[in-house]
């Protein structure tokens, strides 16, 4: 007689990084449980769902003494392009993360939180989990690095049992409109023109399933910390894009320069991967080529689907 299975609750289990965990979670012998305030758009099968409003942090409590899980996901966040880097929602969701967190350590579950490479003090250097300051330039990036600092304190008060994975660029499939690869592929598969900023920025993106599988390796090992989720490959943004404009044959729809940068927005943003390897034995798999080559394949199903629909 075979033991019973694992049981995982995932918040945020419908947003662009979750949606991509839980196939890797039930690939991997989970009993998988996602929280959500209303009813899902569309039901993953093998997946119980569970209606809680985690902005409360009676509710955190309440969802893990209801189901007792022994691995906990936690992925929920404000996402909003465009606002969630200022909301003061982010605050909000900092109050319920540290009420989950202390559920989790009363219940001896095994927790893996995402944060951001937002948390990180600029540097011209790769940024590293033991070396790099946690300077934070947005509200978005304080509210996770307070966050931590709570989940570092449950660590060492009630040897809460838990990774911290701080996520640097993910994109790919379902990657929300209005974020720069998106909105690359939408305007230029539309022939119109996209406005960018001059693109010197350097960042490192991770397609989005090497993101779900980093996350799924740190559930089910022993690490304990913090921990960079990123390829370690420094990319221009002006590169991205002129890849994108090059594959769909639109170079001259791209406008360099059309829109200022945002403030405090950094030269360089590129993980330090060593520690991951390290402690799973873990990098990334998917080519920024091949990750750009599946995110306009689904780009362009997803506009034939909009383009057949009435008007």
């Known amino acids: 007689m075979t033991g019973a299975k694992p049981k995982v609750l995932v918040t945020g289990a419908t947003g662009f990084v979750g949606r991509h965990c839980v196939p890797k979670l039930l690939e991997r012998g989970f009993d998988v449980h996602g929280i959500s305030l209303r009813e899902p758009a569309s039901r993953t099968p093998d997946v119980t769902w569970h209606r809680y409003d985690l902005l409360d942090p009676a509710a955190c409590h309440a969802v893990v003494k209801a189901l007792q899980p022994s691995h906990v ?8 392009p ?4 200022s909301s003061a929602e982010n605050l909000a969701w900092m109050t319920a993360g540290a009420a989950l967190l202390q559920a989790c350590a009363a219940a001896g579950a095994r927790v893996v939180v995402s944060g951001t490479c937002a948390e990180y003090a ?10 790099t300051p946690l300077r934070p330039d947005t509200v978005y990036g304080h509210a996770k690095a307070g966050l931590f600092h709570a989940f570092e304190a449950l660590r060492m008060t009630s040897a809460l049992d838990g990774a911290w994975a701080r996520l640097f660029f993910p994109y790919g499939p379902d990657e929300p ?7 690359a592929i939408e305007c230029i598969l539309q022939r119109r023109e996209f406005a960018c900023t001059d693109g010197r920025q350097t960042r490192d993106f991770i397609y989005v399933t090497d993101v779900a599988d980093a996350l799924c390796t740190l559930l089910q090992s022993d690490a304990l910390g913090a921990f960079n989720i990123g390829s370690g490959a420094a990319t221009e943004l002006r590169d991205v894009v002129s890849r994108i404009a090059n594959r769909l044959r639109g170079a001259e729809l791209v406008c360099f320069g059309a829109r200022p940068r ?3 927005d950094p030269d ?16 990334a798999s998917v080519s920024l ?11 362009r199903g997803r506009i034939a689907v909009l383009s057949r629909r009435p008007k």
């Open 268 to 283: 360089f943003v590129v993980a330090d991967r060593t520690s991951m390897q390290r402690a799973c034995g873990w990098s």
């Open 177 to 183: 409109a209005g974020r720069l690869i998106p909105g």
């Open 73 to 80: 996901l936690h992925l929920a966040w404000i996402t909003k």
């Open 122 to 131: 600029a540097s011209n250097a790769p940024l590293q989990e033991e070396t």
């Open 289 to 299: 080529e091949d990750g750009l080559d599946r995110t306009i394949d689904n780009w």
């Open 262 to 264: 945002p403030p405090n």
């Open 82 to 85: 465009g606002v969630f880097w």
